[in-house]
Structures are given as C-alpha cells and as structure tokens.
C-alpha cells in the first residue's frame, strides 16, 4: 500500500466566515514507499497547507489522508503527534539547528529524554550521523560546519526516529548550486535505501532530480511526470 495516500483532501480556513479560503480542492495523492517526488508551485498555491497535512501537523477539513495506511480523522491530538514522529522526518530551508548544542545532541533531541536512555540516544545519534558522512563532527556546533553539512545534521536529525517519509521543505535553497546538489544526491541514496521523499520547491532544476513532480496551483494538485528542464529553459 503506498505510505502517502489523499483522497478528495479539502483544507478550508476559517469556514462559514468572510474571512474563508479554500486551500485545498479535492486533493488526490498516492506515493508509494521509496518515491522521490517534487512538489512544486507558486506561492498561495497550497503547497504549505498540504505538506502540513502530509506532515501530520494538521488536520484536513474533507477528504481522506492514510498516512501508512492510517486514518489520520481517527486520530486524537496525542496520536496524532505520536504518527508524526514515528512516520515523518521534517527538514526545513534554514536547517533549524540549536546553536549552543553540538552536531550528535541536535540529532538526538527528537529521541526525548524521557522516553530512550542515554547510552541508546548517543548510539542512535552516531548512527545517524554516520549515515549522512558526517561520523568526524559530532563535537563541532553549528557554527563551525559549513551550510551544507549543518543541512546533513538535519537530515540526520529528520532520521533519528527512524521515519519512513521524509519531508522537505526548500532543503537546498539557503545553499550554493553545488551544495545543493550534494544534499539531492544523498536524497536520492535515502530514497534508494527505501525512504520517501517529498520536496517542497520552487526551482525547477531541483525538481528535476525527482521521480515525479506534482504542481500546485489555486488548491488543486496536477501531476506532471519527470519534469523537463529543457522546456523550462525554453519558456
Ligand atoms: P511559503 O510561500 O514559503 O509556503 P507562506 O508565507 O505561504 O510560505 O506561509 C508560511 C506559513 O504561514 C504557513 O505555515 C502557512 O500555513 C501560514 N499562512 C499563510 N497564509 C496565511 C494566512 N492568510 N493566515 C494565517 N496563516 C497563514
Ligand atoms: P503556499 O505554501 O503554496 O504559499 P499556503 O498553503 O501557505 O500556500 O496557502 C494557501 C492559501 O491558504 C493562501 O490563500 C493562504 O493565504 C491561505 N492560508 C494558509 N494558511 C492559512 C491559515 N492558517 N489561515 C488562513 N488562511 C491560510
């Protein structure tokens, strides 16, 4: 079964007053485990509203979201939270890191100290860091990594619980082309180790390194196959 799946997801705000939008039409989305796909689409266009379904941080006014084959309308606000962590990896444009904590305890703070022990959450941090090649700068703080490597502690941090889907929103655009490229290459080897990966972006050459891509336009999603970068040149 695919691990995202929308049937007819609507997102009104403030409904029945002036003040109403519709966000989302009727949104149908399958992604099936290990997809890489790009969501694209102008600003306005929905794309914040669906990712923050998808993500779990909201909840749909109509319409179906199975996140692994859940209900998210089943769910109360614990659960809720609960299938975010368990289900979803969020890396974000500005990488979000704590300044004062090092590269292993900014990967282990979504592991909660209540709930695993120490010895296990350092173990887990060095896994993770491991797996985006950055085993030898565990001590260093933010500051003292470059923007690419701050946005691979973020993505190791997005892993730590072990998430089948990762979501990312703009995660290469506070970086150079060639950086960014680098953080494309270790999605795709996330998505080839059975990941998957949903992109939020504007840059056509980012989507491209998708499998897919959807576009949003006015609340309504349009999927348009692996998107030729030539025809955006062109245009
Ligand atoms: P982007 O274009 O980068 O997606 P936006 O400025 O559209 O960013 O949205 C940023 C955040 O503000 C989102 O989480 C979105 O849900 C929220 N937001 C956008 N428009 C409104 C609004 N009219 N009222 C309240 N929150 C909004
Ligand atoms: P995008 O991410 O593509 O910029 P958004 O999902 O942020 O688009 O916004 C889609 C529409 O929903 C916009 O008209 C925006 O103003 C509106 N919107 C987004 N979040 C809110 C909110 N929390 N309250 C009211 N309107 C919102």
Redesign the pocket.
């Known amino acids: 079964p695919p691990v995202i799946e929308t049937r007819g997801l609507e997102k009104i ?2 409904a029945g007053t002036e ?1 109403e ?1 519709v ?1 989302l039409k009727g949104v149908d989305m399958s992604i099936a485990h290990g997809e890489f796909v790009a969501i694209m ?10 990712m923050n379904l998808v993500g779990c941080l909201d909840t749909p006014t109509g319409g179906q979201y199975l996140c692994d084959g859940i209900d998210v309308a089943t769910l109360g606000r614990e659960e809720l939270a609960e299938l975010r962590r368990d289900k979803i990896g969020f890396v974000f444009q500005g990488f979000n890191l704590l300044p004062r904590m090092t590269a292993l305890e900014n990967v282990a703070m979504p592991l909660g100290y209540a709930r695993v022990p120490n010895e296990e959450r350092a173990e887990r941090a060095r896994e993770a860091l491991a797996s985006v090649g950055l085993e030898n700068r565990g001590t260093h703080r933010p500051s003292e990594l470059s923007g690419g490597q701050q946005q691979r502690v973020a993505i190791a941090r997005a892993l730590i619980n072990r998430p089948p889907v990762l979501l990312a929103d703009e995660p290469t655009g506070a970086l150079d082309t060639k950086t960014g490229e680098e953080i494309l290459s270790l999605f795709k080897r996330l998505r080839d180790d059975g990941h998957t990966v949903v992109l939020i972006t504007h840059d056509p050459e980012v989507a491209a390194h998708a499998d897919r891509t959807f576009v ?1 336009r006015d ?1 309504e999603l349009h999927e348009e196959g692996p998107y030729d970068t030539r025809a955006a040149h062109a245009s």
């Open positions: 705000y403030s003040a939008v966000a689409g102008p600003s306005g266009s929905g794309k914040s509203t669906l949003m609340g």
